[in-house]
């Protein structure tokens, strides 16, 4: 599965960190970096360019909009859709005003006094004086520039109706909201989720707009309930995963590994045995390989295989073409020279 997250308006790959953790044993995620598009347009292209094929696309704010531009620039490409804390309608009356000021203000005064003035409306309002949930967000927007802010104001200022296409929509859709957002409410939310059909509307609790980053954990459940992982909840995000030096092949990593197991399975037939040695390449396209997954079968990289969700059972197969011996393959999954493998694994002198 191949996720691209789109942030909003001054936001960075922060906003996502704790939903591409946790998505992280079950996808391929990126987060699109939108700081030099000055259109709607630009940033669905440029979120479009990060993968081939089939994407779920997760927006939150001016991120959702651009996740709607990419499901009307490219609905076949578009599998799934998330929009998150966000609006359809174009620039409303005296909206340019206000925008203008909050240009001025960081031309003149600088990202600093911007945040100090954009952020508290953004979040639940009993916690704009919550330090813990404010210092990361001030300091993300102070990463930014007031370029890149009065570009993207640009674009939110010139940004399509979109309420047109949200019939069109074929794709399942979650729209997700914080209860408590002040600046695109729920009701907002639920205009948008009756308009497309079959969509379904998730309220988060005691957050405003900045719900990834409010309430993560909520979020993250809900993303991963739609997509399909709900057991993924009760596992906590800080449990670990591995055995000391032997990965776990859980559901998670079976998941994961799809492609590449799939693709080593197939080498039991000798006509794929052939077409491997014909064109190792060719033939690891022909199951969708991802660039991170063709690398390490290329390189005959065991251990990186296994973190990929390789199963050493599966994989094991790609060895009948090119013999490898076990210790050598065993060797490379604990990350350790051959020699040391035979002497401090298997007592070997």
């Known amino acids: 599965m191949q996720i691209v997250l789109l942030p909003g308006l001054l936001c960075d790959e922060s906003v996502f960190a704790h939903q591409v953790e946790a998505l992280r044993p079950y996808a391929n995620a990126v987060v699109a970096n939108l700081s030099e598009d000055d259109s709607i347009t630009g940033m669905a292209e440029r979120a479009l360019a990060l993968r081939d094929g089939p994407l779920v696309v997760i927006g939150h704010s001016m991120g959702a909009r651009a996740a709607l531009e990419m499901a009307r620039l490219a609905p076949q490409r578009v599998a799934r859709l998330v ?27 600088g990202m600093a006094a911007l945040a100090e003035r954009w952020l508290p409306p953004m979040v639940h309002e009993d916690r704009v004086g919550d330090d813990a949930l404010m210092a990361p967000l001030r300091a993300m927007v102070m990463r930014a520039t007031p370029a890149q802010h009065a570009r993207q104001i640009r674009a939110l200022l010139n940004r399509p109706d979109a309420r047109p296409l949200l019939p069109a929509i074929e794709c399942p859709t979650l729209v997700m909201v914080g209860r408590q957002d002040r600046w695109s409410p729920l009701a907002q939310h639920e205009e948008i989720a009756a308009a497309i059909p079959d969509a379904t509307l998730v309220v988060i609790e005691d957050s405003g707009h900045m719900a990834p980053v409010e309430q993560p954990r909520a979020v993250t459940d809900a993303l991963l309930a739609w997509l399909g992982f709900p057991d993924a909840k009760d596992r906590p995000m800080d449990a670990p995963d591995r055995i000391p030096d032997i990965p776990l092949f859980d559901r998670q ?28 390449g060719a033939y690891l396209d022909r199951f ?17 295989m296994v973190r990929l969700g390789g199963n050493v059972f599966f994989i094991l197969k790609i060895s009948a073409i090119d013999p490898a011996r076990m210790t050598e393959i065993g060797a490379h999954q604990a990350g350790m020279d051959h020699d040391a493998f035979l002497r401090e694994r298997l007592g070997k002198r």
């Not at 660039?291 to 990289?301: C, G, L, Q, Y």
Request: glycine share 6%; charged share 45%.
């Open 288 to 304: 969708g390989l991802t660039p991170e997954e063709k690398r390490a079968v290329m390189a005959r990289d065991w251990r990186e």
């Open 83 to 109: 929009l998150m804390d966000t609006g359809a309608h174009p620039r409303r009356e005296g909206e340019e005003v206000k925008r203008q000021a909050l240009i001025d203000l960081a031309d003149r005064e």
């Open 253 to 280: 990593r079976q998941l994961k590994g799809y492609r590449l197991n799939k693709m080593a399975m197939g080498l039991a037939k000798p006509e794929n045995r052939d077409a491997f040695r014909a064109d190792e």
